[in-house]
């Protein structure tokens, strides 16, 4: 547990460093089409299968040549993933009112660290309120322990003694993924959904 959360310290803290470098303007105000992506070669991301939310099983590779946007969370969170989706989806439908082309390359993905509610049936519902092209997917909790591992996601089950209800503490990640798979940059869910909109265009080509 120590290495991923060093891992995703190193790995964030790096990502912050290049975006500073690489979003410079050139002399136009536009960013260099030559610019690295600040997360290119970290090594995030991998194969998995999973159950999308009308049961079907999917994997990464049915997303090949799609750029992909891709937030772990969980649908009974009480604040913070609603509020981040809504950002996020938000920002993806600015971006695609700039550029309706993008609506085409762009795949939002939801992947549930609560497996133990959130089945296809809840998670159907859940995505259809940010975005119509969202796609929610859960798993067993041995399949999404893993692709967590992979996501360099952190999460843990915070349950009160004596109560059933329990809350899910997890990272918060929202990460743009290339057509091949690849890394390329960490989306500013806290900022504006412009923001939002902004990063995706800057990488998505």
């Known amino acids: 547990m120590n290495n991923i959360i060093d891992n995703v310290k190193t790995i ?8 500073v470098a690489s979003c410079n303007p050139a002399p136009d105000g536009s960013v260099s089409a030559a610019a690295e992506p600040p997360l290119a070669g970290a090594k995030i991301g991998g194969s998995f299968t999973l159950t999308n939310q009308d049961g079907v099983r999917i994997s990464e590779e049915q997303f090949d040549g799609q750029y992909r946007i891709m937030y772990f ?95 899910v503490d997890h990272s918060r990640q929202a990460y743009l993924f290339g057509p091949e798979g690849e890394p390329l940059a960490l989306l500013p869910f806290d900022g504006t959904p412009q923001q939002v909109a902004d990063e995706i265009t800057r990488w998505v080509r």
């Open 12 to 19: 964030v803290a790096a990502s912050l460093l290049t975006l």
């Open 73 to 167: 969370g969980y649908s009974y969170c009480p604040d913070v993933c609603p509020v981040d989706l809504a950002n996020i989806m938000l920002g993806l439908k600015l971006a695609e009112k700039e550029n309706p082309a993008l609506s085409k390359k762009v795949q939002p993905i939801f992947i549930s660290v609560d497996p133990g509610r959130d089945t296809p049936a809840v998670l159907k519902q859940y995505v259809s309120a940010f975005h119509p092209r969202l796609i929610g997917l859960t798993g067993s909790p041995d399949e999404i322990d893993a692709v967590a591992k992979k996501y360099l996601i952190i999460y843990d089950i915070r349950k009160d003694e004596g109560s059933s209800e329990y809350l």
